[in-house]
């Protein structure tokens, strides 16, 4: 395809620059909203006299023609133009003649790429935004479900205190709230309009950038020409929203691999979303839950490369920006993935709850309500935490349970104890009590999945 922009140069390009060059391989993708933006600017050119309204028709119409056709898949794009913009540009004035080379007064591609980059994510955005609420649904309507599941809660993956495996659940759904509420700070900030801004310096042209902006749904224009062509905070942002909620999804997915060993089996994926080995006809591996722990390093990555491309850079455009778009396609293609698994994923998998509670059961997991007991009788908690560590020495050396230790012996330790220890440390009992707000008693677990369907209308 013959080059727009050979003004200055007389000499050919060499092959090899014009591939190192182009783009067109990976901005394709941009060409609803290249042509979108496009129309839009016809529209303002003719509204504000800077071509005839008529010319602005004409160029409208034959932008749609274009937009058809490569819908349909009868127009191809040619790979030898340098990128979108110059190909959708090219087969208009192919198309139209003349009359063809007028869209492109009053901008640059520099504004134009900043415009069509912010216009995909933000679909992408707004798409992923919706996967997360279809994602908060099934971790609030399984945590209501499993309210009262009893299992043990971990630290230092060491059997720490029971919990309930809804209050387990809706820890995740916090955090995804919170990945919910980050895009949708970024797509707000990500959402006004670099059009117009030209190649950095704005325009002679009597243009009219609200009416641009408007018609493209933005809430505003970026108010510095300089910055509407520089800037990539939208990238950094969406690519940083994304790394958090893949470092979420990883945690999770290390737990469904975790949980679904035999060594835990505290719950069984679907077969749906595991796989089975070549050569270990026992086997059930978890692979998709793999897989996204695995593809967190890829968004990472993305993120990293893209503050590395823009940290050196001088204002305004350089073409090291070219590379952005790779980074954020490879990230939305990856989040999107990988919530479609996931979801479907959680909804199906089996929870066993007997497993839970047996595991819970060991472990002298109820040693912190022991001392809690002692200290509801008077007893100074730092005192009460040191019998309690005592009385679980002693059960460990003769090879029993708090649950099983006699009266007696409690009363060793402590004149304190009484027969009520034991409903003290009965499993049900320990997590019941857990009321406070946010803890894991199954009343407490309940307001957290009410409060989060009203706060986000679920
Ligand atoms: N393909 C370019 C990119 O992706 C478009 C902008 C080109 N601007 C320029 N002055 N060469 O960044």
Request: glycine fraction near 6%.
């Amino acid at each position: 395809m013959a080059k727009m922009w050979a003004g200055r140069t007389a000499g050919e390009t060499d092959r090899i620059a014009d591939d190192f060059n182009a783009s067109i391989h990976f901005d394709c993708r941009m060409f609803r909203e290249d042509i979108t933006g496009s129309m839009a600017h016809a529209r303002m050119l003719g509204k504000q006299g800077i071509i005839t309204e008529d010319e602005a028709e004409t160029l409208c119409e034959g932008l749609a023609g274009i937009l058809a056709d490569l819908e349909s898949g009868a127009l191809d794009f040619d790979y030898t133009a340098e990128d979108i913009h110059m190909f959708v540009e090219a087969v208009l004035t192919e198309r139209l003649g003349e009359v063809g080379k007028k869209l492109h007064t009053a901008r640059s591609r520099n504004d134009q790429v900043a415009l069509d980059l912010r216009l995909l994510l933000r679909g992408e955005t707004d798409t992923i935004c919706e996967s997360l609420r279809e994602l908060l649904t099934v971790l609030c309507d399984s945590a209501e479900k499993y309210a009262d599941t009893i299992m043990p809660g971990y630290t230092h993956l060491q059997r720490a205190q029971p919990i309930t495996f809804g209050h387990y659940l809706m820890a995740y759904a916090s955090m995804v709230a919170r990945d919910l509420s980050r895009y949708e700070d970024a797509r707000a900030r990500m959402n006004y309009s670099p059009i117009g801004s030209c190649a950095l310096a704005g325009t002679t042209y009597a243009t009219d950038r609200k009416y641009e902006a408007e018609a493209l749904g933005f809430d505003g224009v970026m108010e510095n020409s300089l910055d509407g062509v520089s800037d990539r905070d939208f990238c950094l942002e969406f690519l940083s929203a994304s790394s958090i909620l893949m470092t979420h999804l990883s945690r999770l997915s290390e737990e469904l691999c975790l949980y679904s060993s035999w060594e835990f089996a505290f719950i069984e994926l679907s077969d749906a979303y595991t796989t089975g080995s070549s050569i270990m006809p026992q086997k059930k591996n978890p692979d998709m839950a793999e897989l996204i722990r695995g593809k967190t390093g890829r968004v990472f990555g993305d993120m990293v490369a893209m503050l590395t491309v823009l940290k050196g850079l001088p204002l305004a455009y350089n073409k090291d920006m070219q590379e952005d778009k790779e980074r954020v396609f490879d990230t939305v293609d990856t989040v999107k993935a990988c919530l479609s698994v996931l979801i479907p994923m959680l909804a199906t998998m089996t929870v066993k709850a007997d497993n839970m509670r047996r595991a819970a059961s060991g472990g002298f997991i109820n040693a912190t309500d022991l001392a809690d007991y002692l200290v509801g009788k008077g007893m100074p908690f730092r005192t009460a935490y040191k019998i309690s560590g005592a009385l679980v020495a002693h059960c460990i050396a003769v090879g029993t349970t708090l649950e099983e230790l006699p009266l007696a012996k409690y009363l060793e330790y402590s004149e304190l104890f009484d027969a009520g220890v034991y409903d003290a440390i009965d499993l049900d009992a320990c997590v019941r009590r857990r009321v406070s707000e946010g803890g894991t008693s199954p009343e407490s677990v309940k307001r957290q999945v009410a409060s989060m369907r009203a706060r986000l209308s679920l």
